[in-house]
Protein backbone atom coordinates (compact mmCIF):
# COMPACT_ATOMS: atom_id res chain seq x y z
CA UNK A 1 0.00 0.00 0.00
CA UNK A 2 1.50 3.38 -0.82
CA UNK A 3 1.34 5.54 2.22
CA UNK A 4 0.59 9.27 2.49
CA UNK A 5 3.02 10.66 4.95
CA UNK A 6 3.41 13.83 6.32
CA UNK A 7 7.07 14.47 7.55
CA UNK A 8 7.78 16.73 10.61
CA UNK A 9 11.39 17.95 10.54
CA UNK A 10 11.70 17.64 6.68
CA UNK A 11 14.98 19.98 6.14
CA UNK A 12 17.20 18.55 8.68
CA UNK A 13 19.77 15.60 8.13
CA UNK A 14 17.50 12.41 8.92
CA UNK A 15 14.33 14.82 7.30
CA UNK A 16 16.31 14.31 3.86
CA UNK A 17 16.82 10.75 4.38
CA UNK A 18 13.63 9.61 5.02
CA UNK A 19 11.90 11.58 2.09
CA UNK A 20 14.71 9.28 -0.41
CA UNK A 21 13.55 6.11 1.84
CA UNK A 22 9.76 6.68 1.23
CA UNK A 23 10.24 7.39 -2.15
CA UNK A 24 12.37 4.14 -2.86
CA UNK A 25 9.62 2.30 -1.02
CA UNK A 26 6.85 3.65 -3.44
CA UNK A 27 5.77 6.05 -0.27
CA UNK A 28 4.39 9.58 -0.83
CA UNK A 29 5.62 12.70 1.58
CA UNK A 30 2.29 14.51 1.08
CA UNK A 31 3.35 17.41 3.96
CA UNK A 32 6.87 17.91 4.44
CA UNK A 33 7.27 20.45 7.35
CA UNK A 34 9.54 21.93 9.30
CA UNK A 35 10.27 24.94 11.86
CA UNK A 36 7.02 27.05 11.77
CA UNK A 37 4.70 25.21 9.41
CA UNK A 38 1.19 24.66 10.73
CA UNK A 39 0.49 20.68 11.04
CA UNK A 40 -2.97 21.05 9.17
CA UNK A 41 -4.17 20.52 6.83
CA UNK A 42 -1.25 17.95 6.45
CA UNK A 43 -1.82 16.34 9.31
CA UNK A 44 -6.09 15.51 8.12
CA UNK A 45 -4.45 14.38 4.38
CA UNK A 46 -1.77 11.73 5.40
CA UNK A 47 -2.03 8.06 6.53
CA UNK A 48 0.76 8.21 9.04
CA UNK A 49 2.89 11.02 10.67
CA UNK A 50 6.73 10.72 11.10
CA UNK A 51 8.57 12.93 13.48
CA UNK A 52 12.37 13.52 13.45
CA UNK A 53 12.36 17.26 14.40
CA UNK A 54 13.48 18.81 18.36
CA UNK A 55 12.13 17.73 21.28
CA UNK A 56 9.83 20.39 21.81
CA UNK A 57 7.98 20.05 18.62
CA UNK A 58 7.14 16.23 19.48
CA UNK A 59 3.68 17.26 21.78
CA UNK A 60 2.18 19.07 19.63
CA UNK A 61 2.13 17.09 16.93
CA UNK A 62 1.29 14.51 18.87
CA UNK A 63 -1.73 16.33 19.95
CA UNK A 64 -2.67 16.98 16.00
CA UNK A 65 -2.62 13.34 15.46
CA UNK A 66 -4.73 12.20 18.55
CA UNK A 67 -7.02 14.63 17.28
CA UNK A 68 -6.99 13.43 13.83
CA UNK A 69 -6.64 9.82 14.90
CA UNK A 70 -3.04 9.14 12.80
CA UNK A 71 -0.84 6.81 13.64
CA UNK A 72 2.42 8.35 14.46
CA UNK A 73 6.00 7.36 14.74
CA UNK A 74 7.96 9.19 16.67
CA UNK A 75 12.22 9.21 15.62
CA UNK A 76 12.71 12.97 17.47
CA UNK A 77 15.51 12.50 20.61
CA UNK A 78 16.21 14.80 23.57
CA UNK A 79 12.66 15.22 25.14
CA UNK A 80 12.76 15.98 29.19
CA UNK A 81 10.83 13.97 31.71
CA UNK A 82 8.02 16.59 31.63
CA UNK A 83 7.69 16.73 27.75
CA UNK A 84 8.18 12.42 27.77
CA UNK A 85 5.14 11.82 30.16
CA UNK A 86 2.95 14.46 28.06
CA UNK A 87 3.75 13.29 24.89
CA UNK A 88 2.89 9.25 26.26
CA UNK A 89 -0.35 10.50 27.85
CA UNK A 90 -1.51 12.22 24.40
CA UNK A 91 -0.57 8.84 22.31
CA UNK A 92 -3.11 7.04 23.80
CA UNK A 93 -6.01 6.72 21.78
CA UNK A 94 -3.78 6.10 18.45
CA UNK A 95 -1.49 3.46 17.86
CA UNK A 96 2.31 4.95 18.07
CA UNK A 97 5.84 3.76 17.50
CA UNK A 98 8.64 5.72 19.20
CA UNK A 99 11.75 4.36 19.12
CA UNK A 100 15.39 6.44 20.13
CA UNK A 101 17.17 4.53 17.33
CA UNK A 102 15.46 2.81 14.07
CA UNK A 103 17.93 0.58 12.76
CA UNK A 104 17.89 -2.93 12.55
CA UNK A 105 21.04 -3.62 14.13
CA UNK A 106 21.07 -1.41 17.02
CA UNK A 107 17.56 -3.43 17.96
CA UNK A 108 19.58 -6.80 17.79
CA UNK A 109 22.21 -4.87 20.41
CA UNK A 110 18.71 -3.96 22.96
CA UNK A 111 18.35 -7.68 22.75
CA UNK A 112 21.44 -8.85 23.09
CA UNK A 113 22.63 -6.32 26.12
CA UNK A 114 19.76 -7.46 27.75
CA UNK A 115 20.16 -11.26 27.44
CA UNK A 116 24.20 -10.77 28.42
CA UNK A 117 23.21 -8.77 31.40
CA UNK A 118 20.58 -10.95 32.32
CA UNK A 119 23.65 -14.06 31.88
CA UNK A 120 26.66 -11.74 33.20
CA UNK A 121 24.51 -10.85 36.32
CA UNK A 122 25.95 -8.14 39.06
CA UNK A 123 29.54 -9.42 39.02
CA UNK A 124 30.11 -7.46 35.37
CA UNK A 125 29.80 -3.97 35.46
CA UNK A 126 27.88 -2.31 32.64
CA UNK A 127 28.96 1.10 31.30
CA UNK A 128 27.68 2.56 27.81
CA UNK A 129 29.69 4.77 25.69
CA UNK A 130 28.50 6.36 22.02
CA UNK A 131 29.71 8.74 20.12
CA UNK A 132 27.78 10.92 17.34
CA UNK A 133 28.72 13.93 14.84
CA UNK A 134 29.57 17.47 16.45
CA UNK A 135 26.08 18.81 15.67
CA UNK A 136 24.58 16.50 17.58
CA UNK A 137 21.73 18.64 20.01
CA UNK A 138 21.48 15.89 23.03
CA UNK A 139 23.61 13.77 25.10
CA UNK A 140 23.47 11.25 25.85
CA UNK A 141 21.40 9.85 22.57
CA UNK A 142 18.22 8.20 22.68
CA UNK A 143 20.03 4.46 22.20
CA UNK A 144 22.33 5.07 24.43
CA UNK A 145 19.23 5.82 27.23
CA UNK A 146 17.50 2.87 25.60
CA UNK A 147 20.70 0.88 26.87
CA UNK A 148 20.43 2.08 29.89
CA UNK A 149 16.51 1.26 30.55
CA UNK A 150 17.40 -2.43 29.33
CA UNK A 151 20.64 -2.57 31.75
CA UNK A 152 18.21 -1.28 34.62
CA UNK A 153 15.15 -3.66 33.74
CA UNK A 154 17.67 -6.73 33.32
CA UNK A 155 19.64 -6.03 36.75
CA UNK A 156 16.78 -4.59 38.58
CA UNK A 157 18.82 -1.19 38.87
CA UNK A 158 16.83 2.28 39.19
CA UNK A 159 17.50 5.65 37.55
CA UNK A 160 19.71 6.53 41.03
CA UNK A 161 21.94 3.91 39.93
CA UNK A 162 22.64 6.07 36.65
CA UNK A 163 26.39 7.90 36.41
CA UNK A 164 26.22 10.06 33.66
CA UNK A 165 30.32 10.61 33.09
CA UNK A 166 33.13 11.03 36.20
CA UNK A 167 35.15 13.46 37.01
CA UNK A 168 36.94 14.61 40.00
CA UNK A 169 37.33 12.34 43.12
CA UNK A 170 34.96 9.52 42.53
CA UNK A 171 35.64 7.35 44.70
CA UNK A 172 35.61 3.47 43.75
CA UNK A 173 33.04 2.31 40.90
CA UNK A 174 30.06 1.34 43.04
CA UNK A 175 29.03 -2.44 42.01
CA UNK A 176 25.21 -1.05 41.47
CA UNK A 177 25.96 1.56 39.25
CA UNK A 178 25.80 2.36 35.37
CA UNK A 179 28.03 3.92 33.55
CA UNK A 180 26.84 6.66 30.47
CA UNK A 181 29.62 8.50 28.58
CA UNK A 182 28.98 10.96 25.43
CA UNK A 183 31.54 11.48 22.89
CA UNK A 184 31.20 14.22 20.32
CA UNK A 185 32.72 14.56 17.25
CA UNK A 186 33.07 14.96 13.28
CA UNK A 187 30.72 13.36 11.33
CA UNK A 188 30.02 10.58 13.33
CA UNK A 189 26.67 8.90 12.83
CA UNK A 190 26.48 7.17 15.89
CA UNK A 191 28.53 4.51 17.29
CA UNK A 192 27.44 2.68 20.79
CA UNK A 193 29.05 -0.05 22.66
CA UNK A 194 27.68 -1.73 25.92
CA UNK A 195 30.90 -2.75 28.35
CA UNK A 196 30.30 -5.29 30.83
CA UNK A 197 33.43 -5.61 32.63
CA UNK A 198 34.48 -8.57 35.03
CA UNK A 199 36.98 -9.66 36.83
CA UNK A 200 39.63 -10.85 34.78
CA UNK A 201 37.95 -10.61 31.60
CA UNK A 202 35.15 -7.96 29.31
CA UNK A 203 32.49 -8.17 27.18
CA UNK A 204 32.25 -5.35 24.68
CA UNK A 205 29.42 -5.42 22.15
CA UNK A 206 29.12 -2.68 19.57
CA UNK A 207 26.89 -1.20 16.79
CA UNK A 208 28.18 1.33 14.52
CA UNK A 209 25.98 3.11 11.61
CA UNK A 210 27.72 4.15 9.01
CA UNK A 211 24.39 5.93 6.86
CA UNK A 212 21.36 7.73 8.01
CA UNK A 213 19.21 4.89 5.66
CA UNK A 214 19.32 2.41 7.91
CA UNK A 215 17.25 5.14 10.23
CA UNK A 216 15.19 5.83 7.26
CA UNK A 217 14.42 2.59 6.12
CA UNK A 218 13.15 1.32 9.76
CA UNK A 219 11.13 4.50 10.32
CA UNK A 220 9.32 3.60 7.13
CA UNK A 221 8.96 -0.02 7.90
CA UNK A 222 7.64 1.67 11.55
CA UNK A 223 5.04 3.45 9.56
CA UNK A 224 3.80 0.48 7.01
CA UNK A 225 3.96 -1.86 10.54
CA UNK A 226 1.83 1.06 12.69
CA UNK A 227 -1.07 1.48 10.59
CA UNK A 228 -2.14 -1.91 11.15
CA UNK A 229 -1.82 -1.79 14.52
CA UNK A 230 -4.74 -1.39 17.81
CA UNK A 231 -4.31 1.99 19.29
CA UNK A 232 -0.98 1.71 21.98
CA UNK A 233 2.41 2.88 22.34
CA UNK A 234 4.91 0.42 20.76
CA UNK A 235 8.40 0.80 19.70
CA UNK A 236 10.57 -1.12 17.37
CA UNK A 237 11.32 -4.65 19.46
CA UNK A 238 7.68 -4.57 18.83
CA UNK A 239 8.13 -3.86 14.79
CA UNK A 240 10.48 -6.49 14.40
CA UNK A 241 8.84 -9.11 16.91
CA UNK A 242 11.98 -8.81 18.88
CA UNK A 243 10.58 -8.32 22.21
CA UNK A 244 9.25 -12.03 23.47
CA UNK A 245 12.10 -13.62 22.44
CA UNK A 246 14.20 -14.82 25.34
P1 LIG B 1 18.74 18.11 12.22
O1 LIG B 1 19.10 19.22 13.16
O2 LIG B 1 19.55 17.91 10.98
O3 LIG B 1 17.22 18.27 11.73
C1 LIG B 1 16.16 18.63 12.57
C2 LIG B 1 15.14 19.37 11.73
O4 LIG B 1 14.00 19.63 12.56
C3 LIG B 1 15.66 20.72 11.20
O5 LIG B 1 15.36 20.88 9.83
C4 LIG B 1 14.90 21.73 12.06
O6 LIG B 1 14.66 22.97 11.38
C5 LIG B 1 13.59 20.97 12.31
N1 LIG B 1 12.83 21.49 13.43
C6 LIG B 1 13.27 22.05 14.59
N2 LIG B 1 12.24 22.47 15.34
C7 LIG B 1 11.11 22.16 14.65
C8 LIG B 1 9.73 22.35 14.89
N3 LIG B 1 9.31 22.96 16.01
N4 LIG B 1 8.84 21.90 13.98
C9 LIG B 1 9.26 21.30 12.83
N5 LIG B 1 10.57 21.10 12.53
C10 LIG B 1 11.48 21.53 13.43
O7 LIG B 1 18.72 16.79 13.11
P2 LIG B 1 18.73 15.27 12.60
O8 LIG B 1 20.12 14.74 12.63
O9 LIG B 1 17.92 15.15 11.36
O10 LIG B 1 17.95 14.57 13.81
C11 LIG B 1 16.61 14.92 14.11
C12 LIG B 1 16.18 14.19 15.37
O11 LIG B 1 16.16 12.78 15.12
C13 LIG B 1 17.13 14.39 16.55
O12 LIG B 1 16.37 14.43 17.74
C14 LIG B 1 18.00 13.14 16.51
O13 LIG B 1 18.57 12.81 17.74
C15 LIG B 1 16.96 12.13 16.08
N6 LIG B 1 17.48 10.91 15.46
C16 LIG B 1 16.84 9.77 15.77
C17 LIG B 1 17.22 8.59 15.18
C18 LIG B 1 16.42 7.35 15.48
O14 LIG B 1 16.70 6.29 14.88
N7 LIG B 1 15.42 7.44 16.37
C19 LIG B 1 18.30 8.56 14.28
C20 LIG B 1 18.94 9.76 13.98
C21 LIG B 1 18.53 10.94 14.57
Known sequence: MTLK???????GRMGQAIQRAAE??????????????????????????????????TLPLARAAA???KPLVIG??????????AIR????????????????GVNLLYYLTDHAARI????????????????????????????????????DLSEEHVRHG??????ERP????????????????????????DGERLELTHRASDRSVFALGAIRAAQWVIDQPPGLYDMRDVLKLRHQR
Request: with cysteine.
Open 166 to 171: RHGLTG
Open 89 to 104: ETLAPIPAVWAGNYSI
Open 175 to 198: GQEIGVHALRGGDVIGDHTVFFAG
Open 24 to 57: ASGHQVTAALDVGDKLKPGIDQCDVAIDFSFHDA
Open 67 to 69: AAG
Open 5 to 11: ILLNGAR
Open 76 to 85: TTGHTTHEKE
Open 120 to 155: LGPGYNPEVLEMHHRHKKDAPSGTAEGLVHVLREAL
